[in-house]
């Protein structure tokens, strides 16, 4: 890999199963953290990193993904005409220009590696990013993904996100063998996914950010189904440590895991709390309810 990602792939089109019944209309993405929702963190993100080109891979109930990154004429319209200008523009720039989405359809949830797959006609052979929007992180200024896009940069390697988590919750993530760390960074030498805790190689755990080399493509097109029954992207990537170096990187910031009820609640108070305007309301009412 010689070049800055440009390119950054979300999967988006799994079922949300956890948040039901509010995801059989409402996809996981689009759930809001105060006004904003899931996925325009993750596209913050990534716009940030450098990329220009947001590919989905959707489905075909995940209408309101594209609804939400397409122009909105009559809303627009109504919001010039009345004066809103701080709404308008909230608006019209949910993508800044310069920037393009594609839609990628998955017509099947056959697992994130799968997920991935789709996305290669528009990736094509080039290294890109992948980001889960359902684990929101935080680092003012300087997003996880920018971070990890400077350390393949320089590198030239894959690199993906970890995270240390308690050892019981070894069998939720995929989980690393690593060599020493040198700052943020170490070579990974093994990965599983969703081991027990008794047999796991460490406590440290993939998140949901990874930069990949296009050969990753290769690998997942003749990867049979793993753990769960699906294509697992964890699998791809054991694949290919055998003919690429690929990067553990303990990034900066703060991890909410969105995908879980609690992820969430932890990020809503966490974002409610250092709200500009909201904040202060925020801590008034959270102090009386734990007074209660
Ligand atoms: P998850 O397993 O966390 O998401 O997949 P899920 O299946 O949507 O949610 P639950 O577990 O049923 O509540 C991780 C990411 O991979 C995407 C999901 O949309 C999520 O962003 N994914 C998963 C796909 O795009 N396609 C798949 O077939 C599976």
């Given at each position: 890999m010689t070049q800055r990602i440009r390119k950054a792939v979300f999967?988006?089109?799994?079922?949300?199963?956890?948040f039901l019944p509010a995801t059989?209309?409402?996809?996981?993405?689009?759930?809001?953290i105060i006004d904003r929702p899931l996925i325009q963190y993750a596209v913050d993100e990534a716009i940030e990193a450098g990329c220009d080109t947001l590919i989905f891979v959707t489905?075909?109930?995940?209408h309101a993904v594209a609804d939400y990154f397409d122009k909105a004429y009559e809303l627009e319209h109504k919001l010039e005409r009345s004066g809103k200008k701080a709404q308008l523009d909230l608006v019209r720039y949910v993508l800044p220009e310069g920037v393009r989405a594609v839609f990628v359809t998955q017509?099947?949830?056959?697992g994130l590696g799968h997920a991935v797959l789709c996305a290669k006609p528009v990736v094509g052979d080039e290294p890109f990013a992948v980001l889960l929007p359902d684990d929101l992180i935080w680092n003012r200024d300087n997003g996880a993904l920018k971070q990890m896009a400077d350390a393949a940069e320089a590198s030239k390697a894959s690199v993906i996100a970890v995270e240390d988590v308690p050892r019981e919750k070894t069998g939720s993530y995929g989980i690393v063998a690593t060599d020493a760390f040198a700052h943020r960074e170490a070579r990974i030498r093994a990965i599983v996914e969703k081991p027990d805790p008794a047999v796991a190689?460490?406590?440290l755990a993939v998140v949901g950010r990874y930069i990949l080399n296009p050969g990753i493509f290769r690998l997942l097109e003749t990867l049979p189904p793993g753990a769960g029954g699906e294509i697992q992207l964890t699998d791809a990537i054991a694949a290919l440590l055998a003919e690429d170096a690929v990067l553990a990187y303990r990034f900066e910031g703060k991890r909410f895991d969105c995908g879980t009820h609690i992820g969430l609640i932890e990020a809503i108070v966490e974002f409610a709390l250092t709200h500009d305007n909201l904040g202060e309301a925020a801590r008034t009412i959270m102090q009386k309810a734990l007074d209660r």
């Open positions: 999967p988006v089109a799994g079922l949300g199963t956890r059989k209309t409402v996809p996981k993405e689009m759930m809001p489905n075909r109930y995940k017509a099947e949830a056959l190689p460490s406590n």
